[in-house]
Structures are given as structure tokens and as C-alpha cells.
């Protein structure tokens, strides 16, 4: 079974701090996704790639913003994290059409 | 941007019988339709995935997809206890592969 990885599990930031959510997989799938779950919204979509070194805008990236260094690596990045970015953060990896493998999500409070 | 509705938004079923979710999508152009399950506080578990007009099945679970009516279903044969957890209905776009919209999921409970 295809493994994607997020860390940390659990974080709390203050307004105003930096946050980054890092996401690992070893499937080597080309594309790579970062969602956000909200009660009331279901799963959005905020950042995505199609390989090393390519990011793309979702449906919700203001305030974020996305690396992808290597195959494996993904990174959320929230420069000056707001309450309204607390939240449940899901990765997932896959190959075009095919499944897509999510990781176990994190679960970020911004007070 | 695809919209992706869900219905109903809970349903409770006893054990043994067959609980079925509804999703309507807004692109006709969509050409992947997939459900998945998530437990509470896990992730996302990949159900069935259908592209073509007709049913789909894997094990107890069997998709149905009507593209004319823009609709989707998920049939679960025989759900148990285990069974109970929220249900997402997603959806992708032509052409854009993996990139998916989800709907914000029906809640589903299996009463012993």
C-alpha cells in the first residue's frame, strides 16, 4: 500500500507565525496535493504539483503557499498564520487518474 | 468551478440493510467520479472509482454513475457497525487527472 506521511500530526500556532506542513511519500507519484477539511465545506483544495519544482494554485491558496523540492516532498507554507487557517490539512499523492493516497492529516489550531 | 452536493446529509440504517448516498455534480464534462470513507479522525479511504455511465462495484460497495443526470450514487450492500463513518462523494473534471472536488461528505451510522 502506497505511504504518504504528513508531520507533524498536531500543531499550535500563534497569529502571526509562520507555519510550514510538510508531507513525505514514497510512491513516487508525480502529482501531489494539500486540501483543507472544514466542518460545513468538505475537503478544498489549496495547492497542488505535478512534479519536482512545479506548484499550482487550487481553488483556495490566498495565504498559503506551496514547495515541492524533491519527488517525495510537499510543504504547506502559512507565512503569517490567522485564526481562520485553523483546520485539518490532508496530502495526498498520485498518478493522473489513479487513485489518490492520502495521508492521516493535520490538525492545525491558530490562537 | 464544479460544484459537488451531497444527500442526504446523515443517514442511519440498521445492520444488514442496504444504505445508499446520493451526489449531483454541476460539469457535465467530469469524467471520474469517485466515493470515499473516512472514519473519524482518520484519513481518506478510496471506496470505488467509476468513469462510465452504469454501476461500478467492489465488494459491498457499488457506484452508480448517470451523466445525463449529472448524478452519482454509492450503494453499500449489507453494512455493519464498521461501516459507520462519513462518506465523500469526489469528482474530477476532464483533463485535470487527479485534481479533485469533493463534497462535504453525508454521515453515516449502522445501528446493530
Known amino acids: 500500500e502506497a505511504a504518504v506521511t504528513q508531520s507533524p500530526r498536531n500543531k499550535v500556532a500563534v497569529t502571526g507565525g509562520k507555519v510550514t506542513l510538510s508531507c513525505n511519500q514514497t510512491?513516487?507519484?508525480?502529482?501531489m496535493y494539500w486540501y483543507r477539511q472544514d466542518t460545513g465545506h468538505g475537503l478544498r483544495l489549496i495547492h497542488y504539483?505535478?512534479?519536482?519544482?512545479?506548484?499550482e494554485k487550487g481553488d483556495i491558496p490566498d495565504g498559503y503557499k506551496a514547495s515541492r523540492p524533491s519527488q517525495e516532498n510537499f510543504s504547506l507554507i502559512l507565512e503569517l498564520a490567522t485564526p481562520s487557517q485553523t483546520s485539518v490539512y490532508f496530502c495526498?499523492?498520485?498518478?493522473?487518474?489513479?487513485?489518490?493516497?492520502f495521508g492521516h492529516g493535520t490538525k492545525l489550531s491558530v490562537l | 468551478q464544479q460544484k459537488v452536493q451531497q444527500s442526504p446529509e446523515s443517514l442511519t440504517v440498521s445492520e444488514g440493510a442496504m444504505a445508499s448516498l446520493n451526489c449531483t455534480f454541476s460539469?457535465?464534462?467530469?469524467?471520474?467520479f469517485r466515493w470515499y470513507r473516512q472514519h473519524s479522525g482518520k484519513g481518506l479511504e478510496m471506496l470505488v472509482s467509476?468513469?462510465?455511465?452504469g454501476e461500478k462495484e467492489e465488494g459491498r460497495f457499488t457506484a452508480h454513475l448517470n451523466r445525463a443526470s449529472l448524478h452519482v450514487s454509492l450503494h453499500i450492500r449489507e453494512p455493519q457497525p464498521s461501516d459507520s463513518a462519513v462518506y465523500l462523494c469526489?469528482?474530477?473534471?476532464?483533463?485535470?487527472?487527479?485534481?479533485?472536488?469533493f463534497g462535504k461528505g453525508a454521515k453515516l451510522t449502522v445501528s446493530p
Open positions: 510512491n513516487n507519484h508525480n502529482n
Open positions: 495526498a499523492s498520485g498518478t493522473g487518474v489513479e487513485r489518490l493516497f
Open positions: 469526489a469528482v474530477s473534471m476532464k483533463g485535470t487527472g487527479s485534481k479533485l472536488s
Open positions: 504539483s505535478y512534479g519536482a519544482g512545479s506548484t
Open positions: 467509476i468513469f462510465s455511465d
Open positions: 460539469d457535465g464534462t467530469s469524467d471520474n
